[in-house]
Antibody
Framework: EVQLVQSGAEVKKPGESLKISCKVS????????IGWVRQMPGKGLEWIGI????????RYNPSFQGQVTISTDKSISTAYLQWSSLKASDTAMYYC????????????WGRGTLVTVSS | EIVLTQSPGTLSLSPGERATLSCRAS???????LAWYQQKSGQAPRLLVY???FRATGIPDRFSGSGSGTDFTLTISRLEPEDFAVYYC?????????FGQGTKVDIK
């Protein structure tokens, strides 16, 4: 089955680091771009950035540049979204998504990883 | 960045009725690269329409997209019980890709 399997919910304190994952199954990992979308509680969708696993070409939304890092590990068909120092405002659901290019829509979504940042 | 404004915020309709959702862009959307997604409560969004008017794989033909330039529409010809959800438009023709704030279709 073609799917994006995301890691489980996380509860962290402000200032802590975090890396969440998105494992691809059912298709060739290097054939598609993988992106990340944020949804804050009760709010809409925001595009964070996207990466091409073949060469790690990465594009960020300027609003998120420097706040997060997107990466991949081709050996295990997994993409990552990481923070070095979380803030309470990072509390949100994070979805990984698949796209045929850096400038295309998202035809496949993971179920989401809920990140809660609270002291 | 391109701002997308969806209207109305909430649409209250009965099963069997026609739903018309609007998405207006602050600038022309390049090559009509405009998508629509459906998000049911507690679930991830699902792609319905891409490039303004092409239905995604497996999407019923009661869903149709239209429009060009700055004005786009998603029409659901006859609402089924499973169609009551929040709908988002997205432009992906100019980086950063942006989404509208959503239209909630609820049961009247």
């Amino acid at each position: 089955e073609v799917q994006l399997v995301q890691s489980g919910a996380e509860v962290k304190k402000p200032g802590e680091s975090l890396k969440i994952s998105c494992k691809v199954s059912g298709y060739t990992f290097t054939s598609y771009w993988i992106g990340w979308v944020r949804q804050m509680p009760g709010k809409g969708l925001e595009w964070i950035g996207i990466i091409y696993p073949t060469d790690s070409d990465t594009r960020y939304n300027p609003s998120f540049q420097g706040q997060v890092t997107i990466s991949t590990d081709k050996s295990i068909s997994t993409a990552y979204l990481q923070w070095s120092s979380l803030k309470a405002s990072d509390t949100a659901m994070y979805y990984c998504v698949r796209s045929v290019s850096a400038d295309w829509c998202f035809d496949l979504w993971g179920r989401g990883t809920l990140v809660t940042v609270s002291s | 960045e391109i701002v997308l404004t969806q209207s109305p915020g909430t649409l209250s309709l009965s099963p069997g009725e026609r739903a018309t959702l609007s998405c207006r862009a602050s600038q022309s959307v390049t090559t009509n690269y405009l998508a629509w997604y459906q998000q049911k409560s507690g679930q991830a969004p699902r792609l319905l329409v891409y490039a303004a008017s092409f239905r995604a794989t497996g999407i019923p033909d009661r869903f149709s997209g239209s429009g060009s330039g700055t004005d786009f529409t998603l029409t659901i010809s006859r609402l089924e019980p499973e169609d009551f959800a929040v709908y988002y438009c997205q432009q992906y023709g100019r980086s950063p890709s942006t989404f509208g704030q959503g239209t909630k279709v609820d049961i009247k």
